[in-house]
């Protein structure tokens, strides 16, 4: 299976500006900070982590709705990078975003029927073809009632918005489509809808995924490949099966532990991995390995100067620590971790 993105070393950072009369950058944001990325063609691919970890950062960096500060991004071998103006703007009709609020990603001065027309008119998709049986196909497509069309978002609840959202993303026929938290702010009912939607819509369309979620649940059961990021930083990469159930990262081995198992003879038995500390500053990111600061595996010999590199443990997983294969197998045990004082980020006066 050939690979529809590569994203090589991107970083995306926030400039800090103090001065009211001089505009002075005085230090910066890490949001992402060198990340390395593949999805093939075809799959979905989870990216999993707390929130203010990048991850919505990440994604609306690869379709240049924010613009990376460094790094690589290939679309079907094509480096976006370097698009400007037209160029950029057709390359955006093959990849699409449904954001994260349904409601406020939504012109509420636009009826559904204008929203779903405004995309394929300005990609010139509208020509020859019967506009209204399009619209049509595009509801039925999403489970809406061709009623639908002239109504506007407030008149529909929160999984219905999501629906009109995702449709806007179809309209397009795109190749990717980048979910942020599509099913957040829904009930959990709605979410199984939502989510079993996108699994028919991907069978029917053929299409290629990047969900971006902090709900592990959700993740597992979309998911082919699942990727964890902690601070600006993918930590750990496996398919989902194999990332759930041997989890090698101690950040992914937190995350696993806090997920409730409905047996409850299991989940009295089970290890239970709490974290201590915040969850440190993107502006003043920890040296060496990210995660040290909270982690009950940590060594002083290497992981609070060191950055651990993301590297094949075996065939399809990949993770950035030092210790994993000592972590995995019993040698290293987890110790109580002192929370340890990250220095603030100091400005210039």
Known sequence: MTNLVEIEDLK?????????????????????????????????YGLVGESGCGKSTLGRGLLRLTEPTGGRMVFDGTDLATLKGEDLRRMRRRMQMVFQDPLSSLDPRQSVESILVEGIRVHGLDKGVDLGK??????????????SLRKYPHEFSGGQRQRIGIARALAVRPDLI??????????????????????????????????????????????DRVGVMYLGGIVEEAPAHELYTDPLHPYTRALLS??????????????????????????APPAGCRFHTRCPWKQATRCDTERPRLRAVESGHKVACHYAEQIRSGELRPHSVEPELVPELVLDP
């Open 258 to 283: 806090a997920v409730p198992v409905p047996d409850p003879v299991v989940e009295d038995r089970r290890e239970r991995i709490l974290l201590t500390g915040d969850l440190p500053s993107p502006a």
């Open 134 to 147: 399009t619209l049509r196909d595009l509801l039925t497509s999403v489970g809406l009632p061709h009623g």
């Open 178 to 223: 980048v979910a942020d938290e599509p099913v957040s702010a829904l009930d959990v009912s709605v979410q199984a809808q939502v989510i079993n939607l996108l699994e028919d819509l991907q069978g029917e369309f053929g299409l290629t995924y990047l969900v971006i979620a902090h709900d592990l649940a959700v993740v597992r059961h979309i998911a």
């Open 12 to 44: 995306v950072h926030f400039p800090i500006r103090r001065g009211l009369f001089v505009d002075r950058v005085v230090g910066h944001v890490y949001a992402v900070d060198g990340v390395d990325l593949s999805i093939r063609r075809g799959e979905t």
